[in-house]
């Protein structure tokens, strides 16, 4: 299977489903879990027996310093992708030379709307009536990546931003799988722009 290692921060509720996934005839596998700060997601990921690392920003003198650290650690599991999911720091340019075309995301907004880490807050100061999750290829800016996935979600009249994020996480965790299982087994082609998964042929 391919070997995936996936950056976190937060609840690691993604984390949690694509642990869950990857199994059995599941064609990737989760080698390691990489976070920026102590979160929740290390415990998900220690009670699979998935090793876990931490490379925080503020243990290095700057910024150049903690990207040669975070793809150091990442590459000591000779990944094939690499999935943030929820991990809320800008990869460097290091990380990006290295692992570059092979890195995606998962966002909580249609893209290019709502980039950033306040992508549902804004999809509701905005007003708009959809929003949705997005997955894609990361490149050097912020989510601004090729997209290979996206699926829309209703806002409610009487959403905040909680009720909202589940119902749009609850999107993210099946679309990730799903981008995750497609790319793992069929590739990835991209022209810089535009990226597509070559279709399934059975
Ligand atoms: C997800 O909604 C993910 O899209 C978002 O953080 C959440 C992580 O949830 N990522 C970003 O906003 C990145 N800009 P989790 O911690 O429950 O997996």
Redesign the pocket.
């Known amino acids: 299977p391919v070997r995936v290692v996936v950056l976190?921060?937060?609840?690691?509720?993604?984390?949690?489903s694509l642990i869950a996934a990857a199994v059995g005839d599941y064609p990737a596998r989760i080698v390691a879990v990489g976070v920026d700060r102590d979160c929740?997601?290390v415990a998900h990921a220690e009670s699979a027996d998935i090793p876990a690392f931490r490379v925080a920003l503020r243990e290095y003198p700057d910024r150049d310093a903690w990207d040669r650290a975070l793809t150091a650690a990442v590459d000591a599991h000779q990944p094939d992708l690499i999935v943030?999911?929820?991990?809320?720091k800008i990869l460097g340019p290091e990380f990006m030379g290295r692992f570059g075309g092979r890195i995606i995301?998962?966002?909580?907004a249609l893209l290019p709307s709502f980039p950033?880490?306040h992508?549902?807050p804004d999809a509701l100061a905005y007003g708009v009536k959809v929003t949705g999750?997005t997955v894609h290829l990361v490149d050097s800016g912020v989510?601004t990546g090729p997209v290979l996935a996206q699926e829309p979600v209703v806002v409610l009249e009487d959403d905040d931003e909680s009720s909202l994020?589940e119902r749009?996480?609850t999107v993210?965790r099946r679309l990730l799988v799903d981008v995750i299982a497609a790319v793992a087994t069929r590739g990835v082609v991209s022209d810089g722009r535009k990226a597509v998964i070559p279709s399934d042929r059975t």
């Open positions: 976190a921060s937060g609840t690691g509720s993604l984390l949690q929740a997601a943030s999911a929820g991990f809320m995301n998962t966002h909580p950033g880490a992508a549902v999750s989510d994020h749009i996480k993210e």
